[in-house]
Nanobody, 127 residues
């Protein structure tokens, strides 16, 4: 069955870095795109980054552009989220999700376009 498993979350000081991983299984990795979302307490789940696993095309939320990057390892069926210059407002549960179709820059961040989700990993940015 389809599974997405996030790891790498934790507590980090402002200005620090973390790398999250999303290990995918149960489907052909290159056939589906992956998005990273986050949800802070009391807030809507928001799209952070997106990657087209077959060719590496990426889309970013303005809130993380220049600080976060997304990458993939097709041999390992894994997508990575490298987070640098972290801020307290980046504190959230981070989820990876499989897109149900190829998405463009206008609709990639809409969560109803994703059919499978991981369980999430907590990222806390605090001094």
């Amino acid at each position: 069955q389809v599974q997405l498993v996030e790891s790498g979350g934790g507590l980090v000081q402002p200005g620090g870095s973390l790398r999250l991983s999303c290990a995918a299984s149960g489907f052909t990795f290159d056939d589906y795109d992956i998005g990273w979302f986050r949800q802070a307490p009391g807030k809507e789940r928001e799209g952070v980054l997106y990657i087209r696993t077959s060719v590496g095309t990426t889309y970013y939320s303005n809130s993380v552009k220049g600080r976060f990057t997304i990458s993939k390892d097709n041999a390992e069926n894994t997508v990575y989220l490298q987070m640098n210059s972290l801020k307290p407002e980046d504190t959230a549960v981070y989820y990876c999700a499989r897109a149900s179709a190829r998405l463009n820059r206008l609709i990639w961040s809409a969560r109803w376009n994703y059919d499978y989700w991981g369980q999430g990993t907590q990222v806390t940015v605090s001094s």
